[in-house]
């Protein structure tokens, strides 16, 4: 039983250096996600730091702790999300400015071949979205993008 107590002692007393060292952990993987989610989880270890300097038992610490990093997760991480992306660039890039551009049939276009010139100019190697093939010269509208070839559908304009 001494070396019980013995134990229990030694955690109580170095408890801090514990509450420190998943601070930095929390923070370096942070700065690795950039989802605020372990600044979070820091802020938690950072109160319970402070449980301890109080004195609070260290099971106590660790609940003060986990219900601190919660309600900053529940309560503080949202707001900073969106004022971080309030700034972000609505346009649509790469495969997503793709999807739904409009063009012109090349070339006859099956599930198997084709050929497409979409409105930004770009000419691209094209597949139908349906077993009906869409001929030469035809309204297209890109559906998905698969590799490096347009899946499209015909318009009827």
């Known amino acids: 039983m001494d070396t019980v107590s013995t134990f229990v002692q030694f955690i109580d007393q170095w408890a801090w250096i514990g509450w420190l060292v998943l ?21 938690g270890s950072a109160i319970g730091l402070l449980t301890d300097l109080v004195g609070i038992p260290v099971w106590a610490q660790v609940i003060v ?32 400015a793709l999807l739904d551009l409009r063009g012109t049939a090349l070339h006859d276009i099956t599930q198997i071949s084709g050929q497409v010139k979409l409105s930004n ?36 304009d």
């Open 23 to 43: 601070i930095a952990a929390f923070l370096v993987i942070e700065m690795l996600t950039l989802d605020f989610t372990f600044l979070m989880l820091s802020f």
């Open 121 to 156: 100019g770009d000419t691209w190697t094209a597949r139908s979205a349906s077993s009906v093939p869409i001929p030469q010269g035809s309204p297209i509208a890109v559906t998905a993008i698969n590799g490096a070839t347009a899946i499209v559908r015909p318009v009827n």
């Open 65 to 96: 702790a986990a219900a601190a990093a919660a309600l900053f997760i529940l309560f503080l991480r949202p707001p900073l999300l969106r004022r971080l992306r309030r700034g972000e660039d609505p346009t649509k890039s790469n495969v997503d």
